[in-house]
C-alpha cells in the first residue's frame, strides 16, 4: 500500500465548495531514463485517477466529483488539487490505479451542516 | 558533352539547396504544428479560442523536476454551463501529453493544481471544453534551467 495525503473537510456547509488535495507516494517512472548501468528503467506510472462522492445511504458508485488521466510528465509522487461541492452527507471515495495493477483505493466522509 | 552535363548537376545542386534553404523555416513550423494539431483534435472540430482560461506556472523554472501549475477556467460551474474537461499539452517532452482532467457539476469550481515534469524551455498550453463544446486556451513559455528526464 503507497502511502497516501488526502486533505479534504470532514465537514461543510450545504452547498459549499471544498478544495480537496490528494497526494500518493509513487516514483512515476517515465520509461526515458536509463539506470547506472545503462539499462532502460521500465515505466511505471500512475494512469488515472478519480474521486467520486457517494451520498449517505445510497448504493452503488456514486457520482463522479473529478478525475485526471497522468501521463509521464506528472512529477513523482503525484498530488492533485480539485474542488468539490458539498451538496449532502456522505463519502469521497479517491482512486488509483496504474501500471502493474497499480490500484488503491482511499474513503473520507464528510457531514453536511 | 561533359560540360552541359556539368553544369545540369550545378544547376540541379543549387536548386536542391535553395529547396532545403527554403522548407527549413517552414520544418520549424510543422513542429509548432504538432501542439496546435492535438488541441484541434482535443477541441474535436468547436471553434479554439484564446482567453477564459488561466495556466499559472513560473516563467522561470529551476527544477524540471517538480514544476507547479494550476489551471483555473471561468466558468459558472452550474448544471447546464460548467467546464467538462481540461487538458495541458507541452511542446518539448519525450511526449506531448502531460495530464488530462474530467470535471463535473460536483466539482463545483475549475481549479486544478498539480506538479509537473519539464525537459527543456518550451511552451505548455491549456485546453478547457466548456459542456457546450466550445474550447479556450492559454499558452504559456517557460524558461527551464534545470532539466527533467534527461538527467536524473
Known sequence: MARTLITVPTAAGEGEII????LIQHPMETGYRRSGDGDMLARDLIRRFSCRFVAAGKAGEGELVFAATLHAAIAANPSLLFHARATASGTFVFSWTGD????????SALSVR | MQKPSNRRTFLATTAALAAT???????LHAQDDSLAALVRAYANG????????????????DNGNSVPIEVVVQSPMTARDYVAGIVVFNEKNPQREVAEFVLTPMS????VAARIRLAMTQKIVAVARMS????WTHTVEVLVTLAACIED
Not at chain 1, 502493474?100 to 474513503?107: H, K, L, S, V, Y
Not at chain 2, 463545483?108 to 481549479?111: D, M, V
Open chain 1, 19 to 22: 478544495e480537496v488535495r490528494a
Open chain 2, 21 to 27: 534553404i527554403v522548407v527549413r523555416p517552414t520544418m
Open chain 2, 108 to 111: 463545483g469550481r475549475a481549479r
Open chain 1, 100 to 107: 502493474n495493477g497499480f490500484a488503491q483505493t482511499e474513503r
Open chain 2, 46 to 61: 468547436a471553434p479554439i479560442r484564446e482567453g477564459r482560461v488561466k495556466l499559472d506556472i513560473a516563467p522561470l523554472v
Open chain 2, 132 to 135: 457546450d463544446g466550445s474550447c
